[in-house]
């Protein structure tokens, strides 16, 4: 099993999965903690834990765990089960039609910063509204898990790039993701006067992060870079140096390989705006090929 897993995370272009299944991980290892620190009457140690994985709302607490503005987003409650297969149902569908289009460098890098807004405003709420309503004062528990906020970054991404593009949903039909994204953020929306408020408002900005980065990608500007080279860089420390294998071709066919294979930013944008107005299927052999080729950037 262990083998299987560790091929699946290693395939290309599977950002998607790898997001899935280190959620997954965290919320297993977790659990063990849990149900070992609760058979052994130390139920306070675990907590001790888990809050250093929890943001917290006061601003004050946050800068004593700063870390939690990432590790929140592949955390879940434990105590239900429903809110990580949920999320992690919708970080699948969402996700492999991303990853599809704009590869799985972005989608990773979105899920990042869709995570980092929705927890941003979450704090922006709790610390600096003044006198804020009491459902937003005592609603989260002191603290948020979740990677909601990320995930509806990369759920209402899709829809901005592909609004047209259509999921075939079980008792409802064909349903154009546009929709789809329409109705959980207002959903969310209304969700800001409830007992999870503070939740909510991460799915918004992790919703706003998630339209922001596409209309940017298309205007030339890519929000997630620092990201993609902060990843590479980690990953690179792990990999060992090859041997260099030198080859010589035709000059022409280097031309014509690059030719193919290299997209300037305008071709790239036309591309994407083919796919927003005529589908995915209306793209060339060539539009195709730059466009993977783009995505791994």
Do not use: C
Not at 32 to 48: D, H, K, M, P, T
Not at 262 to 283: F, H, M, N, P, V
């Amino acid at each position: 099993m262990f083998n299987e897993f560790k091929n699946t995370f290693n395939r290309t272009n599977n950002g998607h999965v790898q997001l899935i299944i280190v959620n997954v991980v965290v919320f297993l290892l977790l659990e063990i903690l849990r149900v070992g620190f609760s058979w052994s009457n130390q139920a306070e140690i675990f907590s001790a834990i888990y809050k250093n994985f929890s943001i917290p709302n006061a601003f004050s607490e946050f800068l004593k765990r700063p870390w939690t503005l990432l590790t929140y987003s592949f955390t879940h409650d434990l105590n239900q089960i429903w809110h990580i297969l949920f999320n992690m149902l919708v970080l699948y569908w969402f996700g492999k039609l991303f990853v599809e289009y704009l590869g799985s460098d972005k989608l990773i890098a979105l899920y990042v910063l869709g995570g980092m807004t929705g927890a941003l405003i979450y704090l922006a709420a709790y610390n600096l509204i003044p006198n804020p309503p009491e459902f937003i004062t005592q609603s989260s528990g002191g603290g948020m898990v979740g990677a909601s906020g990320a995930i509806y970054a990369i759920m209402v991404g899709a829809a901005t790039l592909l609004p047209d593009y259509t999921f075939f949903l079980l008792f409802f039909g064909p349903v154009r993701i546009k929709y789809i994204a329409a109705f959980y953020i207002i959903i969310s929306f209304i969700g800001t006067t409830g007992s999870n408020a503070g939740g909510n408002l991460a799915h918004l900005g992790g919703a706003l992060m998630g339209y922001v980065y596409i209309k940017q990608l298309q205007a030339g500007f890519n929000w997630g870079r620092w990201i993609t080279s902060l990843l590479d860089w980690i990953r690179s420390l792990f990999k060992t140096n090859s041997k260099v294998k030198i080859t010589y071709r035709n000059s022409e066919t280097k031309k014509t390989s690059a030719s193919r294979s290299k997209a300037t930013q305008e071709e790239i944008d036309t591309i994407l705006d083919k796919i927003s107005d005529r589908g995915y299927e209306s793209l060339t052999r060539d539009e195709k090929d730059k466009l993977f080729n783009a995505s791994k950037k």
